[in-house]
């Protein structure tokens, strides 16, 4: 049987390019989700994939990162595949496992290998920008609800006897917003 697996890390991704690659495959059965490859959702998912599987299935994906997220969560995956007696095909790697022999192992490694570095540029690439976004001022992150000024007038409020509920409608937040707006206001107090 012909079993395909697909992932996308986000939610605003698209699995529409991977299904259809799969299907053209010829796949049976498709397991598929929407989690990053270091989650733990992501496990469960390759979990149920490799429970389904059986000595002869072929396991196909897209890309060889569509298994995980680094170099050792790929080869477990893979070897467990193997271990219930499945080869792996790699549709834009041109690999099969369903010939065991050293060349294709080795290809295998190495295309992990390359996966990892792949993601590991793009979080070092990543991480060089944010800092040069800070350096430059720019706000990084969700903004606050409130602004400076009206995160003064709620505190003033609050220290009039205003009441957590009374203040969220106020000022058009929830109240776990009010507390830590309160929070931050003290902490700015006793500096």
Known sequence: MKVGFARVSTKEQDLNVQLSKLDVQGCEKIFQGKQSGASIRNEEKLKELIDFIREGDEVIVTRLDRLGRSLKSILEAIESIHKKGA????IDGSLNTKNDNPFATAMINLCGVFAQLERDLIKARTAEGREEAKAKGKHMGRLPALSDKEAKELYKD??????ISALAKKYSVSRPTVHRTIERMEQKNNK
Not at 87 to 90: A, E, F, G, R
């Open 87 to 90: 080869c792996l095909n790699i």
């Open 158 to 163: 609050k220290l009039s006897g205003e009441s």
